[in-house]
């Protein structure tokens, strides 16, 4: 019996098989829950082949956070897969950009607002836009849960995003507060630097990947998404039915060393 045994979770931003999306919907089929996973625009098609690689292929559902109209219909297209009477148990918040060429790599100082904004929007003010749309779905007991990277501190080369993340961690508390009455938890996952294809993408990742191998306890593998994975599944299932508000750090004991 696995500790998502007959939950609905919904995992929003899916695009390979490395990513950490790809990696909680695989983890939270094998502790039983039925997943659905979405994406859009051009991405949708490879998210679409990606989800037969699940244990069981998982519905796809297209979904831009920053859309209205998608955002709206989101519980429609729930309920065409899992039926009108359709609950979520848990939601998953697999979803961050920001402009590498602008914002990333060294460009703070330089970064224009327009591209501020949107890994603002898309890196945090989605969660609330996300969990909104779903709230017609959840109840007592839901659990709605993010990905960030720890935003305590600047990090070379994250720039914009660690303003976006930190946004992303502050907009979670708040979510937590004006949600809790109605029993839905809200908790955040800091994850150590992982090889995925967001990562990729920033200029001089590297140089935070290096860090982890002297400083981390536990040691760091940036190419096993699972460990992140099994945290997210953790929140989401009921072991942790009196924690919301929370930032649970899954990066080798990296955040509780110093210099």
């Known amino acids: 019996m696995g500790i998502l045994d007959g939950k609905f ?52 559902l297209e979904l831009d956070v920053t859309d209205p109209e998608h955002l709206a219909g989101l519980p429609a297209q729930v309920r065409e897969h899992l039926g009108e009477d359709a609950r979520l148990d848990g939601v998953v918040h697999s979803i961050a950009y920001g402009n590498p060429e602008t914002l990333l790599g060294g460009k703070f100082l330089d970064g224009p607002w327009d591209d501020v904004a949107q890994a ?35 990090w070379p080369v994250y720039d914009w995003m660690g303003v976006a993340k930190a946004g992303l961690e502050s907009c979670s508390r708040y979510l937590a507060r004006d949600l809790g009455p109605e ?31 002297t400083r981390a306890p536990l040691g760091w593998d940036n190419a096993d998404q699972e460990p992140t994975a099994r945290a997210v599944c953790a929140l989401l299932s009921d072991l942790f039915p009196a924690t919301t508000g929370e930032i649970l750090h899954v990066d080798g004991g990296f955040h509780a060393m110093g210099a």
């Open 9 to 60: 979770v919904l995992v929003a931003g899916v695009t390979l098989d490395t990513s950490i999306g790809f990696a909680v919907a695989k983890f939270a089929q094998e502790q039983g829950a039925t997943v659905l996973i979405s994406n859009f625009g051009q991405a949708l098609r490879i998210t679409r082949r990606i989800a037969k690689r699940l244990p069981a292929e998982a519905p796809v």
């Open 120 to 154: 603002v929007q898309v890196s945090a003010y989605s969660l609330k836009s996300l969990t909104m749309a779903c709230r017609p779905l959840l109840g007592d007991g839901s659990s709605v849960v993010g990905l960030t990277f720890d935003a305590s501190v600047a």
């Open 183 to 213: 029993g839905i938890r809200v908790n955040l996952v800091s994850a150590g630097p992982l090889r995925t294809l967001a990562a990729k993408a920033i200029p001089g990742f590297e140089d935070l990947e290096t860090m982890w191998k």
